[in-house]
C-alpha cells in the first residue's frame, strides 16, 4: 500500500494502477498529457515494486556488432554505413572470435549480436557468428539478431521467418533483442524508416520465437516525429503482443540521439521526457515483468533515478557499444560489475546479476 495523497487529476488512473486494473489507451495519453511527473513516477514505482520488489536486475554482457554495413538507410540511424564509405566495416569471423577472446577472462553470461543487413555476406556467415560465440563460450546466453534482420535473412535465403529461426536455434540463439521496433506507425514508418518491417510483421516474427521457445525483448524509439498517440498505441499493440504469446522479457524505451544523423537538428529527448516513458511503459505494460532502464542511452545519472520511476533492470557492462556512441552518446564504454551493483545499490535497491533469460546468477560479492 502506497502512501501518498493523489492531488492532481490522475487520481483516476491511480485507482486503477492500484487494484491492478489495465490502463486504456485514453489513460495512457493523459498521462502522456500530463506534467505531474512524481505522481506518474509513484504510481509506476508502485507497480515495480509489487512486480519485482526492491529487485533491480544487471547482466554482465557484450555487445557484437559484426557489421555496420546496411542497405537500409533510416533517417534515425549514425551506425549505418553503406558499402565502400567511410568507417564502414565487416569483421571476419576470426576477428569475432578474437573480440570474444579478448573477454574470456570476464564472466560474460550475455552476448548480445546485432548488425547491418549487408548484402555482400553470404546467409551462412550470420551462422557462423553463433557458432563462434558458442565454439568460444559455450556457456553463454547468445542473444541475437532484431526481427528486422530475421527477415532480411529469409528473403536472402528464400526461406521462410520460422525456418530462418528454426537455423539459428540449431547453432545457439536463446534470445532476441528487441530493436527494430521503432515505433508502430506507418506514418512514421514512411518517413522515418520506410524500408523496415510493419508492427505487424515485427510482432508475427517475436510471436514466431516465442512459439519455439526464443525468448524476446521490445523497444520503442522516441524523441523524433512521434506524437504521443503513437507513443501509446505503441504500448498498446506490444501489450496485446505479449498478451497472445507471453514470450515478451523486458521493454527498453530508448531515446533517440540526432547527432551524426539526417535528423541531427532535432533536439534531443530531456530527463524529464525520459522519466515520463519509462514511467508510462511500466504503467502501461502490465504484462511484462521488466522495465529497463538501458544506462548507455539515459546516462547513469538519468538510469538511476528511473529505478525509482518503474524501471526494475539497467542492462549490463555493455563493452563496446556502437549504436549510441556513433549517434553522440558521452556515455562510457563500459561498467564493472562492481560499478552496476553500486549504482543499484546507492538507490536502497537490490542488485540482482541474471543472464539474458532472467535465471539469477549466484556469486560471493565481496
Ligand atoms: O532498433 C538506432 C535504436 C535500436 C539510434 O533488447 C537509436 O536488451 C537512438 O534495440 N538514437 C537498437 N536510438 C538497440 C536496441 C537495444 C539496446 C539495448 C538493449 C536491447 C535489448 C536492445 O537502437 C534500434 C533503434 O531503435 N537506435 N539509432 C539513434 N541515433
Not at 102 to 122: F, K, N
Not at 237 to 253: A, H, N, V, Y
Not at 309 to 328: L, N, T
Request: charged letters at 30%; hydrophobic letters at 40%.
Amino acid at each position: 500500500m502506497i502512501n501518498f495523497q493523489i492531488q492532481s487529476d490522475l487520481s483516476n488512473i491511480f485507482n486503477k494502477a492500484e487494484s491492478g486494473e489495465r490502463l486504456s489507451f485514453e489513460d495512457g495519453i493523459r498521462l502522456y498529457e500530463s506534467n505531474d511527473l512524481l505522481t506518474i513516477g509513484k504510481m509506476a514505482d508502485m507497480v515495480r515494486k509489487r512486480k519485482n520488489g526492491l529487485k533491480t536486475y544487471f547482466t554482465m554482457n557484450q555487445h557484437i556488432n559484426p557489421t555496420n554495413i546496411c542497405r537500409n538507410s533510416c533517417l534515425f540511424c549514425a551506425f549505418y554505413r553503406k558499402d565502400g564509405e567511410e568507417g564502414a566495416y565487416r569483421m571476419s569471423l576470426d576477428t569475432v572470435r578474437q573480440k570474444l577472446e579478448e573477454r574470456i577472462d570476464e564472466d560474460i553470461r550475455e552476448v548480445h549480436i546485432v548488425g547491418g543487413l549487408d548484402d555482400s555476406l553470404p546467409y551462412e556467415y550470420y551462422l557462423d557468428v553463433l557458432r563462434v560465440v558458442r565454439e568460444v563460450r559455450p556457456e553463454v546466453n547468445i542473444k541475437a539478431y532484431t526481427a528486422v534482420e530475421i527477415a532480411y535473412l529469409a528473403e536472402r535465403s528464400g526461406k521462410s521467418w520460422g525456418a530462418v529461426l528454426d537455423d539459428l536455434m540449431a547453432v545457439g540463439l536463446q534470445a532476441m533483442p528487441g530493436g527494430g521496433a521503432e515505433i508502430f506507425s506507418e506514418r512514421v514508418k514512411r518517413k522515418l524508416f520506410m524500408d523496415k518491417l510493419s508492427s505487424e510483421d515485427w510482432i508475427h516474427i517475436h510471436h514466431l520465437a516465442h512459439e519455439r521457445g526464443i525468448r524476446t525483448n521490445a523497444t520503442m524509439l522516441y524523441g523524433h516525429i512521434e506524437s504521443i498517440e503513437e507513443r501509446v498505441d505503441h504500448l498498446v499493440k506490444l501489450r496485446e503482443g505479449q498478451d497472445k504469446s507471453g514470450g515478451f522479457l523486458t521493454f527498453i524505451p530508448l531515446a533517440f540521439h540526432p547527432e551524426n544523423t539526417k535528423m541531427h537538428k532535432l533536439p534531443q529527448a530531456t530527463g524529464f521526457d525520459d522519466l515520463k516513458n519509462i514511467a508510462i511503459s511500466r504503467l502501461m505494460l502490465d504484462n511484462f515483468d521488466h522495465i529497463k532502464a538501458y544506462w548507455v542511452m539515459l546516462s547513469t545519472k538519468i538510469a538511476q533515478i528511473a529505478l525509482s520511476f518503474g524501471a526494475d533492470d539497467i542492462d549490463g557492462s555493455v563493452v563496446e557499444e556502437r549504436i549510441y556512441h556513433m549517434a553522440g552518446a558521452d556515455t562510457a564504454q563500459m561498467m564493472t560489475r562492481k560499478q552496476l551493483r553500486n549504482l543499484i545499490s546507492e538507490c536502497g535497491l537490490e542488485p540482482v546479476e541474471r543472464d539474458a533469460l532472467y535465471h539469477i546468477i549466484q556469486r560471493d560479492v565481496a
